[in-house]
């Protein structure tokens, strides 16, 4: 067959035009942004509002009470907006594969064929969707802290390993020197001697988080579900399969392609609404930059920071998830 | 080329909404304010003693009344006040921006604040210093004991710096948990979280009041840990309003220094022969329009609010329940820090 005559670009085309017109409207937008930017500087000056980023090498004079990388109130501001972004990314990978391991359990568990666990995982994904987030983390955060032990008399979990009082989890960690062994957490007065803790602060936000989004990531997973269609089920039930079988090997595959670009959603908005733990003590990005803005009055460097992180963490998650997206797709003919 | 005329019609509008955007207010205060007929006065959400509301939507506190006496002196009604509640987060930038004409919030006056805003710091209002709360089943006695001690802070304040300083200083290595909203630092503290609570003296005396369920069994340790002198602030660009409301404040501590008080401000002016209240009292002089204002704006704000003593007595003093004694709150000549400048 003979190959088909190269098309010649034309400016005077629709793509041409469209192209013009999207480049026109680039150039108004990122001047309107300038124009925004040039004002709001100028007006600060106007008003002897100190403004630029030059404050982040200060030393930033308060403690940060939960940190994964050492830090001093010595330390520079940007240090503790780096303790920040550490402590929200924990709490978000560590909510991420809570939540969609629950929630894969809970949309599955509406296809089971015993009634109980069907209106069970019902009952769960209506409650837990309905009530707004910040008072089911205020709800945790403040059952956890009115009825755990004081951390002098802690519970004991998995022997005398793990510890659980209104200090936090207390459980042990290797250590290297002086030589490799594990430190086992003891309580002694307020503190734990050795092991690592996590507060009662991030335990809230986890738990309030995880179980929250679990509920929607239970409804993506249903529709994902759903959207095989029966005869799948039924040509592996007639080849022998039983029912676990077939929904791990033959369903559940199939529907990651309805699953996954929803469920990038909810992973967003679990990272997103990791900035609530402000309202109950956890120290994440957010609280230090309140932290940070009060003790130096540099609100749009402090907000505008916020706002870079969330993007950044938002676009790599959603890329990181296209990514995974193109693998488990199915390629068609 | 219908959809070209329509898109550029579009383009243009929204640039010409942002070229027509109202530019901000940065002139004088005092003409907004008698235009509007009201002061807009940034206060506290909610903090014992200082500004709050009470179930009829009345706010009382000692930074309200200075806003009532502020008021009284520039418009006539006290009432003729507009109240805008505040967190710590957003105060700054409310005053900044123009949405309030002060902010009397419980303020604490630092290098910082008077000089990186844009914003004034006027006269103190109130000198206050930060200290801890225990559980009196601690037997803690004094806060060199606090070594390890978890505390309870609310964010968007000066506390969280006095805390470190006070803990790298004695060594104490205490660990901060930092709430946004005062509801949750009260919750946390009286729930057993964390072993003190740090926050003003005063405030601690408000909370304890207010929120424990029984009084006696927090203990409020003796040491002050930092000077905060609390006070409200204008902002810059405007010095005609800066020394309006600095020197409403002075007026009343004058007031109180010369005898002048609610009930007898219209007996004194009548027949007092002291040269000293005959000029505050606008008799002899007229100071106020001095200041833009007329002869009898210490009168009218005397008459609304009564002077400084009465202030502190109705909303902090020792019978109410915060029941702070005046202390470094006192006058000068009294042993106290308040001191007046002379109204002349």
Not at chain 1, 128 to 157: D, G, K, S, T
């Amino acid at each position: 067959m003979a190959t088909p005559p190269k098309r010649k670009w034309s400016w005077r085309s629709g793509a041409g035009r469209a192209l013009v017109y999207q480049a026109l409207l680039v150039v108004v937008l990122l001047g309107l942004l300038a124009y925004l930017a040039s004002n709001t500087v100028r007006n600060m000056q106007a008003r002897g509002i100190q403004s630029g980023f030059g404050f982040l090498a200060d030393a930033a004079g308060f403690d940060i009470s939960e940190s994964l990388i050492s830090f001093e109130s010595i330390d520079p501001y940007w240090k503790a907006f780096l303790v920040g972004l550490l402590n929200t990314l924990r709490v978000a990978a560590i909510g991420i594969v809570l939540t969609t391991v629950l929630g894969t359990l809970l949309g599955v568990g509406r296809f089971a064929s015993n009634a109980l666990v069907r209106g069970a995982c019902y009952a769960y994904v209506e409650l837990f969707r309905n009530v707004p987030v910040l008072l089911q983390l205020l709800m945790w955060y403040l059952l956890l802290v009115e009825y755990l032990p004081a951390p002098q008399e802690p519970i004991h979990l998995l022997g005398d390993w793990v510890f659980l009082s209104k200090g936090g989890l207390a459980f042990p960690v290797p250590q290297w020197s002086p030589h490799w062994a594990w430190s086992v957490p003891v309580p002694s007065g307020f503190l734990m001697e050795g092991g690592a803790t996590v507060t009662p602060e991030f335990l809230a936000v986890l738990l309030g988080l995880s179980l929250y989004t679990a509920a929607f990531v239970a409804e993506v997973v249903r529709s994902g579900i759903a959207s095989v269609s029966r005869g799948q089920a039924d040509a592996a039930a007639s080849l022998g399969l039983s029912p676990a079988q077939t929904m791990r090997l033959v369903t559940l595959p199939q529907a990651l392609r309805v699953i996954v670009p929803p469920l990038t959603n909810q992973y967003l908005n679990l990272t997103k609404n990791s900035s609530l733990a402000v309202a109950i003590g956890y120290p994440d990005v957010v609280s230090i930059a309140n932290t940070a803005l009060n003790q130096t009055g540099r609100a749009v460097e402090c907000i505008a920071i916020i706002m870079l992180v969330y993007l950044s963490t938002s676009l790599s998650t959603s890329a990181l998830m296209n990514a995974y997206n193109r693998r488990v797709a199915i390629a068609e003919r | 080329m219908k959809s070209l005329s329509a898109l550029g019609l579009r383009v243009s509008l929204v640039i010409a909404s942002f070229a027509f955007a109202p530019v901000a207010m940065a002139g004088k205060t005092l003409d907004a304010i008698k235009s509007r007929g009201q002061v807009v006065c940034g206060v506290n959400t909610g903090l014992a003693g200082f500004s709050g509301a009470d179930s009829q939507g009345k706010w009382t506190g000692l930074d309200v009344d200075v806003c009532r006496a502020i008021a009284a002196a520039v418009l006539g009604d006290a009432e003729k006040v507009r109240w805008v509640p505040l967190v710590a987060q957003q105060r700054f930038t409310a005053l900044q921006s123009g949405e309030v004409d002060i902010l009397s919030r419980n303020t604490t006056f630092t290098l910082t604040r008077d000089a990186s805003l844009g914003l004034h710091q006027t006269a103190v209002t109130f000198y206050d210093g930060q200290g801890f709360m225990v559980p009196a089943s601690t037997k803690i006695k004094s806060a060199k004991q606090l070594k390890g001690a978890t505390v309870c802070v609310q964010s968007g304040t000066t506390t969280e710096k006095n805390l470190t300083d006070f803990s790298r200083a004695n060594k104490l290595d205490l660990k901060a948990v930092v709430y946004e909203k005062l509801e949750a630092v009260n919750a946390a503290y009286f729930a057993g979280r964390c072993q003190a609570y740090t926050t003003d003296a005063s405030g601690l005396a408000s909370i304890r009041s207010k929120e424990a369920k029984n009084p006696k069994d927090h203990v409020i340790l003796p040491e002050l840990i930092s000077k905060e002198p609390l006070g409200p602030m204008v902002r810059r660009g405007d010095d005609e309003w800066f020394a309006i409301t600095k020197w409403v404040i002075y007026g009343l501590l004058e007031a109180e220094e010369y005898g002048v008080t609610q009930a007898n401000v219209d007996k004194l002016k009548a027949e007092s022969t002291d040269p000293v209240v005959q000029r505050i009292l606008g008799k002899s002089e007229d100071t106020g329009k001095l200041l833009g204002l007329d002869r009898d704006w210490m009168v009218r704000a005397l008459k609304a609010v009564g002077n400084y003593s009465e202030i502190f007595e109705r909303n902090v003093g020792e019978k109410t329940p915060l029941g702070l004694e005046r202390g470094t709150n006192a006058l000068w000549n009294d042993g106290g820090l308040m001191y007046a400048f002379p109204i002349r």
